[in-house]
């Protein structure tokens, strides 16, 4: 395998196996385990060969759970899994249980809430009231945050709710403070009736799933804004078309599509799994002569081969409960996809946000869907088809099918990295950027189709890729050559309309959905969201989620343009950050909560320019809980005034466990730095950030020309420090291949 420093990285920190933390195997025995245990069900050994050969090749790559378990003990094998939620305790508490089970062994899990009664309907076997949706949400949000999916993903869950539940209006909420339901996507289903009142700026009922009255209705323009609104600030909700979804439902017969995975491109009946896999399309091109063009003859065989390979997976893999196991069978979905699509088009010289670009996506996936589909037809004349074809969608052709779904377009934010290739069909988030390595070493990581091309047209220079990591993009880069810079486009050069379209183009031959990304500026206005959402409807989509630049708390501006990142100064700012002298008088107050390890004090001081310690008392002097906690609170007085934002040391000490959480006052304390968290967060809600009278912020002392936009923003990762992005509709870290949805 042809590796980056980057995707040896990722592959030794979360796939390749460890014994007593240390790694025992390479990223080609990983490719052998794997290869092995996926044709384990084959007569003919070629397969295996072939398994490995794409694999070996960067070609294709299954989802990150079949790399890590597969020929292991574990050996779970799937990304996707959609669980009911049934409107009962029992139904309830037995679905986080199944939750809990998945997300131990490493897949993601969506839900639709829509079945559970509204807030303050009545429970008749206690004479109560329910709670409703989201209360449930944060239990599960809550189980999440508990777990650490088999040692290396952290649980992703998909939240869906039907826009005429009685509770949409708080679910569409749920996300407006960041701190809460941090584990789920959220995702308003949307039925064509309520699109329509939109348009007719008519109202729409709401209706109870318990007796399945008319208990309200609401102005479709009203709620249709407020989603708009909340998505414009956060990014959250997106929407899921649901009758589109349904519509092409391969199983009627079988039920109802409700929910998602995380990512919203598996759409599922409850109880389903689906295994995922991509094709690099940056590996199918070949040069003719003195140009390149697509190897449709390798991309075919590649099809097959991966079609064939998925399609084994779904018997080699363990399912964590048997009622998935039994409805997998049933319909044997599998969701090929592709990665790369950006570095081809580069190769290509085709723009990314251009019609040629909109139609070589449509050509391709049109290709890949006819292709896989004859394979799987194949493999059900020798095999057999899906248990549910009767009343399937393909028994009306009489053409066998072995799996009821063959395409997807999912996120490839690990899996890309370990490729080297960019990201499903999104395009390039930077063409160059970069990343801390140790604590003063930087390294700057480089698109790899930009430096073959710079290289072939005798351009690349170490000076010119600095700038360009500078910027991000070459948009007004002299030393490229303007027809050149319009095949280097970024995510944020690319206009919403054209990240909607190509969106689209690919959902036109995609048996299941298209998980992408619409990137906006953080200067975007609500209007410009309203028209992707009414885009994206009209074009045929089946969901959308949009993302404006900076509008989650805690993003910084990695890359930009170097007029922006010279301007962007906060005055006399240190070259590093440096603790303010402590006042000599601060004002406060102090909290006891009880931990496993006894009565915690914990005293929260401000200044005039904010929260600047924290005091802790716990037992007696000298005591292994007492200097512990001494030694927390020193640390974040100093990052406080150093300039650490509270909510950042809140969202780093909460869910810290020790072997002794308790409960106070309905909430669980799991350690003493989980207690000075919730203290810290408490404090914060209470009297805000600054504690006292408001002061000045950071903000407020920068300055940015009008002219220019933040190209590159994004989250730092939890677990490395390093630069998270927006894609697919899940937040990748570029450089530990950390995932937000994984």
Request: aromatic share 6%.
């Amino acid at each position: 395998m042809l590796l980056s420093e980057n995707a040896k990285t990722v592959l030794e920190r979360r796939y390749l196996a460890k014994v007593d933390s240390k790694v025992v195997e390479t990223p080609e025995d990983m490719l052998r385990r794997v290869a092995q245990s996926v044709a384990q069900f084959e007569e003919d050994p070629k397969w295996e060969e072939l398994f490995f050969e794409v694999m070996d090749n960067l070609e294709f790559l299954p989802n990150s759970p079949t790399l890590m378990n597969a020929g292991r003990e574990l050996q779970q094998l799937s990304a996707c899994f959609v669980l009911p939620v049934e409107d009962s305790m029992e139904g309830i508490f037995e679905t986080l249980k199944n939750t809990a089970l998945i997300q131990k062994s490493g897949g993601g899990t969506g839900f639709s809430f829509s079945r559970l009664r509204p807030n303050s309907d009545i429970v008749s076997t206690t004479g109560g009231v329910a709670s409703g949706p989201v209360s449930f949400m944060k239990a599960y949000n809550a189980t999440t945050d508990a777990i650490k999916q088999g040692g290396t993903r952290r649980g992703a869950n998909m939240g869906i709710l039907r826009v005429d539940h009685p509770d949409i209006l708080q679910f569409i909420q749920c996300k407006a403070d960041p701190s809460e339901v941090t584990n789920f996507n959220i995702s308003v289903g949307i039925t064509e009736e309520f699109m329509e009142a939109v348009f007719a700026d008519e109202t729409y009922n709401l209706v109870n799933p318990r007796s399945k009255e008319v208990v309200g209705e609401l102005r479709a323009k009203e709620v249709f804004e407020l989603i708009i609104e909340m998505a414009w600030k956060n990014g959250e909700p997106g929407i899921v078309f649901l009758d589109r979804i349904n519509r092409a439902n391969p199983t009627p017969q079988v039920g109802e599509i409700e929910a998602t995975n995380p990512c919203g491109e598996q759409p599922l009946l409850p109880n389903e799994s689906c295994n995922l896999g991509s094709i690099n399309l940056a590996k199918m091109a070949m040069k003719d002569g003195d140009t390149w063009k697509i190897d449709w003859e390798r991309l075919a065989e590649v099809v097959e081969i991966g079609v064939r390979f998925l399609d084994n997976v779904i018997d080699a893999n363990r399912y964590p409960i048997p009622a998935i196991q039994e409805m997998t069978y049933a319909n044997r979905k599998i969701g090929l996809g592709v990665m790369g699509f950006a570095d081809l088009l580069m190769r290509l010289g085709v723009p990314y946000n251009s019609e040629e670009g909109i139609e070589l996506g449509r050509e391709l996936m049109r290709f890949i869907q006819t292709k896989g589909h004859d394979v799987s037809s194949k493999l059900g004349e020798e095999r057999g088809s899906f248990p549910n074809y009767k009343g399937s969608i393909f028994e009306k052709t009489g053409r066998p099918m072995r799996n009821a779904t063959v395409t997807t377009i999912a996120p490839t934010g690990t899996i890309s990295i370990i490729a080297g290739c960019s990201s499903g069909i999104e395009p390039i988030f930077a063409l160059a950027f970069t990343r801390n390595v140790l604590d003063n070493d930087r390294l700057i990581e480089v698109n790899p189709q930009f430096e073959e091309i710079l290289r072939e047209e005798g351009l690349y220079q170490p000076e010119l890729i600095e700038e360009v990591a500078k910027r991000g993009n070459v948009r007004d880069l002299a030393a490229i050559p303007e027809e050149l810079r319009k095949i280097f486009v970024t995510a944020y050069e690319t206009t919403p309309e054209w990240h909607i379209r190509m969106q689209a183009a690919f959902q036109e031959f995609t048996d299941n959905a298209v998980s992408k990304t619409v990137n906006f500026p953080k200067e975007a206005t609500q209007e410009d969201i309203r028209a992707v959402y009414e885009l994206a409807y009209e074009l045929g989509c089946k969901g959308v989620t949009v993302y404006r630049a900076g509008s989650r708390e805690g993003e910084v501006l990695t890359v930009g343009h170097k007029a922006e990142a010279e301007e962007a100064v906060v005055e006399e700012a240190p070259t590093r950050p440096t603790p303010r002298r402590r006042p000599r008088v601060t004002t406060g107050q102090t909290v006891r909560v009880k931990t496993g390890c006894g009565s915690l004090y914990v005293t929260i001081n401000s200044d005039e320019q904010g929260i600047c310690e924290v005091f802790t008392t716990i037992g007696k002097a000298g005591g292994c809980a007492g200097s512990f906690s001494e030694a927390t609170a020193r640390l974040i007085s100093l990052s406080l005034r150093a300039g650490v934002e509270p909510e950042q040391v809140v969202k780093q000490l909460k869910g810290i466990r020790c072997p002794h959480p308790i409960w106070q006052d309905g909430r669980q304390i799991l350690s003493c730095p989980d207690a000075i968290a919730h203290v810290l967060e408490d404090y914060i809600k209470a009297n805000g950030t600054n504690g006292v009278a408001p002061a000045p912020t950071v903000e407020s002392k920068i300055t940015r020309p009008a002219q220019t936009q933040n190209l590159f923003v994004g989250e730092a990762c939890p677990e490395c420090s390093g630069t998270m992005v927006e894609e697919s509709g899940c937040a990748t870290c570029l450089e530990c291949g950390y995932s937000r949805c994984s």
